[in-house]
T-cell receptor
Framework: AQSVTQLDSHVSVSEGTPVLLRCNYS??????LFWYVQHPNKGLQLLLK??????LVKGINGFEAEFKKSETSFHLTKPSAHMSDAAEYFC????????????FGKGTTLSVSS | EPEVTQTPSHQVTQMGQEVILRCVPI?????FYWYRQILGQKVEFLVS????????KSEIFDDQFSVERPDGSNFTLKIRSTKLEDSAMYFC?????????????FGPGTRLTVL
């Protein structure tokens, strides 16, 4: 069975400082991994996706994530936080087959202060 | 850019009533999904649908739930007799499998409140 664990339920940063949102996964085979973002009262927006082509994945809005098989991790980073980054972030795992379920982590709330 | 749309954005209903949540997937997508997110909890998979039949469903998706593609554009989720615990945000998603894999794109959600 696949699962994801988001290690922090809430992360607070100051504007202009780096962001690190941590995610560990469990999968019996090579998974596909995603980060989705949910802004208040909005839907789920795809930030980035890992599918084994490259371990460092670049997404939208300056976010990137690195797949580390040895650590079973897929942490999300951004060099410099912006106020508009404040949102809920979900780490997601799937077997990348159409029609199958995405397995979501519990989410990390990112707060950005000025 | 094409996107998934959902109506209504908010639905309030009385316990025991039937509700239908509507979604318009991205036009060239072939796979459709429903997920729900109870307030304060994680997003949970309900069901996936392909070629006019259910591909996969979770244990949450019991006989109270049904899905349908009534025409070439809409995809609906029906809850026959709503319970208080059905109150949640319901997300529709769609995808199109390619050689690069499958990516699900989500709509903005319908907030269902059961009183």
């Amino acid at each position: 069975a696949q699962s994801v664990t988001q290690l922090d339920s809430h992360v607070s940063v100051s504007e202009g400082t780096p962001v690190l949102l941590r995610c560990n996964y469990s999968s019996s085979y090579s998974p596909s991994l995603f980060w989705y973002v949910q802004h208040p009262n909005k839907g789920l927006q795809l930030l980035l996706k890992y599918t084994s082509a490259a371990t460092l994945v670049k997404g939208i809005n300056g976010f990137e994530a690195e797949f580390k098989k040895s650590e079973t991790s897929f942490h999300l980073t951004k060099p410099s936080a912006h106020m508009s980054d404040a949102a809920e972030y979900f780490c997601v795992v799937s077997d990348d087959q159409a029609g199958t379920a995405l397995i979501f982590g519990k989410g990390t709330t990112l707060s950005v202060s000025s | 850019e094409p996107e998934v749309t959902q109506t209504p954005s908010h639905q309030v209903t009385q316990m025991g009533q039937e509700v239908i949540l509507r979604c318009v997937p991205i036009s060239n997508h072939l796979y459709f999904y429903w997920y729900r997110q109870i307030l304060g909890q994680k997003v949970e998979f309900l069901v996936s649908f392909y070629n006019n039949e259910i591909s996969e469903k979770s244990e949450i998706f019991d006989d109270q739930f049904s899905v349908e593609r009534p025409d070439g554009s809409n995809f609906t989720l029906k809850i026959r007799s709503t319970k208080l615990e059905d109150s949640a945000m319901y997300f529709c998603a769609s995808s199109f499998q390619t050689v690069l894999g499958d990516t699900q794109y989500f709509g903005p959600g319908t907030r269902l409140t059961v009183l």
